[in-house]
């Protein structure tokens, strides 16, 4: 009997492993992907269920007790992702039934998506650091697969781009857990939590812990790290950029939460400041950056620069509060970030092009969607009652409360830009009149307007059922700093030395 | 209950939409239902405000934020909801037939019960968070209303600076708002009110009440903020009239009120509200003189008006409460009778330009009437409304709170305005409807339609009937506003005229002579030079604040993200070794002996000594194939190392690697040139390489700390145990590798799969260059610039563009 944590890894596995042998076949590669990606959002679901009633969950590969072998764990924060990672996945899906060329279908698009769900769940559901970096690989793999997929000349300068910088923080990643064996003497998460505790050489496990820190900020595309992501975000299919736009950059963030909320959480109070101090440059920089840009994709692109900021700094206030916030605003910005996308992607299909001059006159053209981008759009902004605003205000709560004064007032200044950028799609894509005739092109079908309409309507849940998402929020920050909790689950209740010092003996 | 008014105009909101296909003015009659409803709902529950109680709900909804769906009525909230009820009842029959045939009027209709909505929840809102919400719902549902006629570029930027300005002051408002809930314990604002003595005394009471004045004085358009408000008038006139006159605009002003009991007898509010209410005061009073199109003549009167308003919030003494309440009333009934009238005269005539219209009143004579009425009103003429509420104004600028110098300072600003006010109202009246008729209209004007003045008449009736016998009554029914904002017993008294003659009445008959004078000097007046310097004009500091933003983003974004992955890698290795070195320092090595060579076998030694040499050969190579040999050289060097410490399946795997990655890296430089070109000068180069060292060093240096510091047992001492009994194996890394391990070594596997599809892919799939051609069977030569792309900066033939990816573009809006 498997443990069921194995389950949305050999799900998304096994489907693209036979969506890879019958790729010719589109119609059973569809329904292959459509099958372990609705999967996945199911049980997603039930692992947010079973997780709020039963705290977290853990189970050991191939049997071995942890420390010694790889442990599989799932907390709040797991299952809020691993959940989000299913529900993106199967828009993009639905969104790929309708705007992927077929060719693309038969050269294996739908087996990397599937392997991208399947790299991202993993680093969702690992409690070993260097299990943690295998994830990435495969996420990393999966993800320059799909963006060079095509072939386009863009698409290769930008997937050198990303793959080049981001195996720069593979490279910091592996280095940073090499050197943490040497510090530590294990990878075990909630072993390293147990040691570093005790580890004499502050300063040291501070140095080391800075390794994680530059590979994971380049994973999240934080400031000066992120220029893969709006090198590489405007050249793949639309489906692929609204997948990574939503998805990828936060599942460094997701590192970051996981690794200094328990492993590095002494050092976390030391790099604190630093992290607000990046925090604050990015939120700044990415947002100057989409202002600057007359493509809808590239706006897009670098707000997720400019938003991954709000997600860095409720790290920074290294609390409960903040990192609730932190995980609210994540949850809410993965949804909309993608939405955006996808919606933006619509009116790029349909026009044919994302140079916001040559669009224009969508609002009277497509109603539906120019709906779906105001509401989306001002969730971004953090207009209430939407999504957006409660994350928002929770992290300038918590700035508050921490009387981190400055971060608090950049966060909210930024916010008067991120309109401003958005309102500069509004004007020239929906409200503008045509740029040349539009009578000619398609229209929007249900099959382009629905997978951002999903979105968007959960985006309004997480805005008007926002007591429960905080509450959840709050659950899985209180859980992601709670060493102790760790230890006590994944090596029982003597702690994981004491399991070696039984073995070693 | 609350909670019901609030939401049914929200929930209602949709049924707008059945204007879309029925624009005959019979849908309008019957979407006035709903406000007409809520109407008569709040005056339900007005007995019980007016017998001095509250009307009180809250739900929750998400308590750990302290966010509340609280709602509380009092005389302040009364006074708003019955004005935002009342008048939204008066402009859903305006718009039927101002928007008939209109094929947006659905739209309109939506996005008016909306702002309705919205704005009730404003003024009834008892939690400040959710009081902010609602505020920014109607800075959003004003946006949608003033680019209504998006077509045309003016109403898009009318609407974004709109949006953009009372956005910007509602964050500093939320900041601000969660600092005084900070201060005071409570984000509920009775609570907050109870709690005055102890936020007064907080530091946080400064930064938190200026916060609070930025989002005010933006959204009641106080300067410097109020250059948004004649922008705004690109709205149609209904909305003008109900949002940007009557309503939304006041939302400013309300909070102040409400927040003036306990938290207002500080200099800090008494100076910054005086001066810049005072201010916008007499630049709006000024500026409406110099106005041509009438909506932007009163959208300035307006902000003279909103001015008046704060400085009576700021200036403090007992009469300023009551003669704010007044002004407000006086205020919704002449100002939004005379914008809808506006819309008639523009509707029937087709221009709002004074310099084109005139003699007007036999045309519209209905018109004419009203707008005359309601003018008088503005100017302050005796019987009329406005007429008492300035009389409360003079009366209270003359007992102002203000310190001696000042007091008359805010005295004569009063006087003055009400010399602009008179000067405009005639303006207004005599360019539309008296003299010649105007040279830019339709040829044939007719009255407006009943419906369209059913509106301006209503309020035009009150605003002359009131001061006729209703005056008790009126004071009755505006004291418990005036409880709300003072907490010191002020009383409303009105009346038209006072039992002995005084000062403000000489003050007020002066400025009404003064102003009947200066009519005689209108065409000198309206030519005068601006009160403000030029370089003060806020429509220019946007519109170069926006460009230069622009400019200054683009520029920046050019610098930093240009393309080049050089100057990309050259950041990430300077933060990480910035990142690293600090701690490294304070570490600093004390007591760590440094190694020693003891130990270490002869061919780790050479194959140690060797890795480096192959890194400056491959630096230093001159042609692609001799790079490749030296890069490959240091990865066959790692797997001897490997070898070297028994791990001979990841000796092997190296070594297929490195294998694999030349063969690859052959193929692909075989179509490119076989010499590399230099793009960086020198200098770039000398920095670059002087950045690597470092962090060479750097992680060298952690290393090195890393493996001397150990302490605590390693975990590979288990392994060696386990392995054997366990494992069944000799070979520690094999068992680590397939067993304890086996799983990351199945991610590994899956990484090499996903490799092969994607490069699979991408040496198949090519992108479409002939359609007639099946692409998948296009072979790799012809991609030749491809692969140099993907390789970096090479060139295929060609000279090829240096950078590929394009630079971020210019600026647009």
């Known amino acids: ?505 | 209950m609350l909670v019901l008014i609030v939401l049914t105009a929200l929930l209602m909101a949709p049924l707008g939409l059945f204007a879309r296909h029925e624009s005959r003015p019979v849908v309008g009659w019957i979407l006035a239902l709903i406000p007409l409803a809520l109407f008569v709902t709040i005056s339900a529950l007005a007995p019980t405000v007016l017998a001095g109680g509250r009307v009180e709900q809250a739900i929750p909804w998400v308590p750990r934020m302290g966010l509340e769906l609280r709602f509380a009525l009092d005389g302040l909230s009364l006074l708003f909801a019955l004005l935002v009820s009342g008048i939204g009842t008066l402009i859903v029959l305006y718009t039927a037939y101002y928007l008939a045939g209109d094929p947006g009027m659905g739209r309109f209709y939506l996005t008016l019960f909306i702002f309705m909505g919205a704005m009730l929840g404003l003024v009834l809102a008892d939690n400040v968070l959710t009081m902010f919400m609602f505020w920014e719902l109607t800075s959003v549902s004003s946006y949608l209303l003033v680019g209504y006629k998006h077509d045309y570029p003016s109403a898009r930027r009318g609407a974004q600076m709109g949006l953009l300005i009372t956005v910007g002051g509602g964050l500093a408002l939320l900041v601000g708002l969660v600092l005084l809930g900070n201060a005071a314990g409570s984000y509920t604002i009775s609570e907050i009110l109870a709690a005055g003595e102890q936020i007064k005394a907080s530091p946080l009471y400064t930064p938190a009440m200026l916060l609070i004045f930025a989002g005010c004085f933006t959204k009641s358009a106080q300067f410097p903020f109020h250059f948004w408000l004649p922008n705004a008038m690109q709205a149609p006139t209904p909305a003008s009239a109900y949002l940007h006159s009557a309503t939304m605009v006041k939302a400013g002003v309300y909070l102040l009120a409400r927040l003036h009991p306990t938290l207002s007898d500080t200099p800090l509010w008494l100076y910054t509200l005086t001066i810049v209410g005072m201010t916008t005061m007499l630049i709006g009073a000024v500026t409406a003189n110099r106005r041509d199109d009438i909506k932007g003549l009163l959208a300035y009167s307006t902000i003279s008006k909103l001015g008046t308003m704060v400085l009576l919030a700021g200036m403090g003494g007992p009469e300023a409460p009551a003669a704010l309440v007044a002004t407000i009333l006086a205020h919704a009934l002449y100002k939004g009778a005379l914008f809808m009238l506006a819309g008639a005269v523009d509707h029937e005539a087709g221009t709002r330009s004074l310099s084109q219209l005139g003699g007007l009143r036999r045309a519209m004579p209905w018109t004419a009437a009203l707008a005359i009425l309601s003018s008088l009103s503005m100017a302050g003429v005796p019987i009329l409304f406005g007429f008492v509420a300035k009389e409360e104004q003079l009366y209270a600028a003359v007992d102002n709170g203000l310190p001696p110098g000042f007091d008359i300072l805010v005295l004569i600003a009063v006087v003055t305005s009400a010399v602009f006010g008179v000067l405009y109202s005639w303006r207004l009246v005599s360019g539309v409807f008296f003299g010649p008729r105007g040279s830019g209209m339709k040829e044939h004007v007719h009255e407006a339609p009943a419906g369209m003045l059913l509106g301006p008449a209503l309020l035009t009736t009150l605003s002359v009937v009131l001061p006729l016998g209703l005056l008790p009554a009126t004071a009755t029914l505006l004291q418990p506003a005036v409880n709300a904002i003072s907490n010191e017993g002020a009383k409303i008294s009105l009346y038209l005229l006072p039992s002995q003659i005084g000062l403000p009445l000489i003050l007020s008959m002066t400025a009404l002579l003064i102003g009947a004078v200066l009519t005689r000097f209108e065409p000198q007046i309206v030519a005068a030079p601006s009160p403000l310097p030029p370089w003060l004009n806020g429509d220019r500091i946007y519109d170069a604040a926006v460009d230069g933003v622009l400019r200054g983003a683009t520029i920046f974004t050019r610098t930093l993200q240009n393309g080049k992955l050089r100057s990309y890698m050259t950041w990430a290795v300077l933060t990480l070794v910035v990142v690293v070195a600090p701690p490294l320092a304070l570490f600093g090595f004390g007591g760590l002996a440094l190694p020693t060579l003891d130990g270490v076998e002869p061919f780790e030694f050479v194959s140690a000594l060797l890795i480096p040499i192959g890194i400056v050969a491959t630096l230093n190579a001159r042609s692609r194939l001799g790079g490749i040999i030296a890069a490959s050289f240091v990865g066959l060097m790692v797997a001897f190392i490997f070898v070297i410490y028994s791990a001979p399946d990841l000796a092997l795997t190296q070594l297929l690697v490195e294998i694999l990655t030349t063969v690859f890296l052959v193929l692909l430089f075989a179509v490119m040139p076989a010499s590399f070109e230099r793009l960086s000068s020198p200098s770039e180069r000398s920095r670059d390489g002087l950045i690597a060292v470092v962090a060479g060093m750097v992680i060298a240096g952690v290393a090195f700390a890393a493996s001397s510091v150990t302490q605590v047992p390693n975990i590979s001492a288990a392994f060696r145990t386990e392995s054997q009994s366990q494992g069944f194996g000799d070979n520690v890394v094999n068992v680590i590798l397939v067993d304890f391990r086996g799983f990351d070594t199945l991610g590994e596997i899956v990484v090499l799969f996903t490799a092969l599809l994607g490069i699979y892919a991408m040496l198949r799939l090519r992108p479409v260059a002939d359609p007639t051609r099946d692409d998948e069977e296009t072979p790799l030569q012809p991609t030749l610039p491809e692969v140099a792309a993907l390789l970096g900066n090479g060139q295929a033939g060609q000279p090829a563009p240096r950078e590929r990816e394009a630079p971020v573009a210019g600026k647009g809006h």
């Open chain 1, 1 to 505: 009997m498997i443990h069921h944590l194995f389950l949305p890894l050999i799900v998304p596995l096994f489907g693209a492993g036979v969506a890879t042998i019958i790729s010719r076949r589109q119609l059973w590669v569809r329904v292959i992907a459509l099958a372990a990606t609705l999967f996945n959002l199911g049980y997603g679901i039930w692992l947010l269920v079973t997780i709020a009633t039963a705290g977290r969950q853990v189970t050991q590969a191939a049997g071995w007790v942890a420390p010694f072998g790889i442990t599989l764990m799932a907390d709040g924060l797991s299952a809020i992702m691993l959940a989000l990672t299913a529900l993106l996945t199967l828009v993009t899906i639905m969104f790929s039934f309708v705007t992927i060329e077929a060719r693309q279908e038969r050269f294996y698009y739908y087996p990397l998506l599937l392997l991208l769900m399947f790299g991202c769940s993993g680093a969702f559901l690992t409690g070993d650091l260097f299990n943690l970096y295998v994830w990435f690989e495969i996420l990393l793999v999966a993800s320059f697969g799909l963006i060079t997929l095509g072939g386009s000349r863009a698409q290769l300068e930008g997937g050198l781009k990303y793959v080049v910088l981001n195996l720069f923080g593979s490279l910091c990643f592996l280095v940073g857990a090499g050197l943490v064996y040497g510090v530590a003497g294990t990878l075990n998460m909630a072993h390293l939590a147990e040691r570093l505790n005790t580890v004499q050489q502050p300063s040291l496990v501070t140095a080391v812990a800075g390794f994680f820190l530059v590979a994971f900020g380049s994973k999240a595309a934080l400031a000066p790290l992120f220029f893969w992501l709006p090198a590489s975000y405007h050249t793949p299919s639309i489906a692929v950029t609204a997948l990574f736009g939503g998805l990828l950059s936060k599942v460094g963030i997701y590192a970051l939460y996981r690794v200094f909320g328990t492993v590095f959480q002494r050092e976390l109070t030391w790099l604190a400041p630093l992290i607000l101090l990046v925090a604050g440059v990015t939120m700044v920089v990415g947002v100057i950056g989409a202002m600057a840009q007359v493509n809808v994709r590239r706006i897009l692109a670098f707000h997720i620069v400019s938003q991954v900021g709000y997600m860095a700094m409720g790290l920074g206030l290294a609390g409960t509060v903040g990192l609730a916030a932190g995980i609210l605003f994540m949850a809410h910005n993965i949804v909309v970030k993608t939405a955006l996308f996808l919606i933006g992607g619509a009116a790029e299909h349909l026009t044919g092009t994302g140079e916001l001059k040559q669009m224009g006159g969508m609002a009277r053209r497509e109603p539906a969607l120019a709906v779906l981008w105001l509401l989306a759009s001002f969730a971004l902004v953090g207009i209430p009652p939407l999504s957006g605003f409660f994350g928002k205000l929770g992290l300038i709560q918590a700035g508050v409360a921490r009387e981190q004064w400055l971060i608090v007032g950049v966060a909210a200044g930024v916010s008067l830009f991120t309109l401003f950028s958005m309102l500069k799609i509004w004007n020239e894509v929906f409200w503008k009149k045509a740029y040349s005739d539009m009578s000619h092109l398609p229209r929007a079908g249900v099959g382009l307007l629905a997978p951002a309409a999903v979105l968007v309507l959960v985006s309004i849940a997480m805005g008007l059922g926002a007591a429960p998402a905080l509450e959840y929020s709050t659950m899985a920050a209180e859980q992601a700093l709670d060493t102790v909790g760790l230890v006590r689950d994944v090596c029982g209740a003597d702690g994981c030395d004491a399991v070696e010092l039984a073995v070693a003996r």
